[in-house]
């Protein structure tokens, strides 16, 4: 905390919170397991192979472009990450989703389902625009 008396409070304050409302770990594991499983659906429907790692309220959306899955880093590295890019700032730029170019997401307390089906839908929506794009 930098010796930031203010953001030591702050930090104490929210562990304290969590320590006493753990149905909030729960609730957030749920949404992103929920997250994860949902992209991949439309996407992989859709025609753009994808697998979307992470754990709990984390996830990172990669595009397999060939590979079959993703069981290293090895095989993260080999992923389309010029087109995971493109994803990325289509969320941001057309769908008002806040989303740093290939970087992890991450939820917090703030984010519920009405979330996540606009990310899973603008997801959908950005596989089918991008296939589209393929067979032109």
């Known amino acids: 905390f930098s010796e930031n008396p ?8 929210m562990l304290d919170h969590l320590s006493r409302n753990e149905y909030i770990y729960e609730r957030l594991n749920t949404l992103g397991e929920y997250i994860r ?8 429907e859709n025609g753009l192979r994808v697998k979307t790692t992470g754990l709990g309220s984390l996830f990172l959306t990669h595009i397999l472009d060939g590979l079959e899955d993703i069981k290293s880093a ?7 990450t010029n087109l995971q890019r493109v994803y990325h700032f289509a969320l941001l730029s057309i769908y008002d989703i806040f989303f ?4 992890l997401g991450a939820l917090s307390v703030e984010h519920d389902m009405v ?7 603008a997801s959908e929506e950005i596989a089918r625009e991008l296939r589209s794009m393929k067979t032109e």
Do not use: F, Q, T
Request: charged letters at 30%; proline letters at 3%.
């Open 37 to 44: 499983s949902n992209i991949d659906k439309v996407m992989n």
């Open 74 to 80: 090895r095989d993260v590295a080999r992923c389309n």
């Open 100 to 103: 740093l170019p290939n970087k």
């Open 6 to 13: 203010l953001s030591m409070i702050a930090g104490y304050a």
């Open 115 to 121: 979330d996540a089906r606009r990310l899973i839908d």
